[in-house]
């Protein structure tokens, strides 16, 4: 069975300091990969998705970054954290290709930067 | 825009339905989720619709109508496990999903 794993499940940073979170997927091939930040009240958002390795696309100019060094692998970093990236990241997988799939979800990541 | 709407909150007595309700404007549509997120936790998928008409799952249900751009997600026989926020997404023309903000149930004894 697949499975997703997300790390660290919880983070205090200060503001400037830089940030990686890492998500790794199991159990399945080629998966497209998200990284979705959730603020309170708000829908998700989608930061970064990846359809394959060292393909990313980004759908939120903002100071974090995305790469997909292995192909169920995907990390999301920051060189420098403001205050308003705080939030609860969330890693997802769902089989690869186009259409209407499934998204599952990793246990989230809380940020909160001071 | 593309824009999804839900109740922000509703409260339910165990033992009892409820509907939550989800309206949407997007881009096309290539179809519509509903997931389940309790506090501090990751959303888990629930259901997904396509065509018009009723979803039935155990006690969750869910359903579609296009032509008014609007599902339901009905719960039966409430359990206190069931206070949770409840996601509503569209898939739109690109397969992108845009997701609604959550309605929070609180279900009381």
């Known amino acids: 069975s697949q499975t997703i794993h997300q790390w660290p499940a919880t983070l205090v940073q200060p503001v400037g300091s830089p940030l990686s979170l890492e998500c790794t997927v199991e159990?399945?091939?080629?998966?497209?990969l998200y990284w979705y930040r959730q603020a309170a009240g708000r829908g998700l958002q989608l930061l970064f998705y990846?359809?394959?390795?060292?393909?990313i696309s980004s759908e939120v100019p903002q100071n974090l970054s995305a790469s997909r060094p292995q192909d169920r692998q995907f990390i999301l970093s920051s060189k420098k954290l403001l205050l308003s990236d705080s939030g609860f990241y969330l890693c997802?997988?769902?089989?690869?290709?186009?259409?209407?799939?499934?998204?599952?979800f990793g246990a989230g990541s809380r940020l909160t930067v001071l | 825009g593309q824009n999804i709407d839900q109740p922000t909150e509703m409260t339910a007595t165990e033992g009892a339905i409820v509907q939550i309700n989800c309206t949407y404007q997007t881009s096309g549509f290539n179809g519509l989720f509903w997931y389940q997120q309790h506090a501090g936790e990751a959303p888990t998928f629930l259901s997904y619709n396509v065509l018009d008409g009723l979803e039935e799952k155990g006690r969750f249900s869910s359903f579609l109508s296009r032509s008014k751009g609007y599902s339901y997600l009905l719960l039966k026989e409430l359990q206190m496990k069931d206070s949770a926020s409840y996601l509503c997404?569209?898939?739109?023309?690109?397969?992108?999903?845009?997701w609604g903000a959550g309605t929070k149930l609180i279900i009381k004894p």
């Open positions: 997404a569209v898939m739109d023309s690109n397969y992108q999903l845009i």
């Open positions: 159990g399945t091939s080629n998966p497209n």
């Open positions: 990846s359809v394959g390795i060292g393909q």
């Open positions: 997802a997988w769902s089989t690869g290709g186009s259409g209407a799939n499934v998204l599952t």
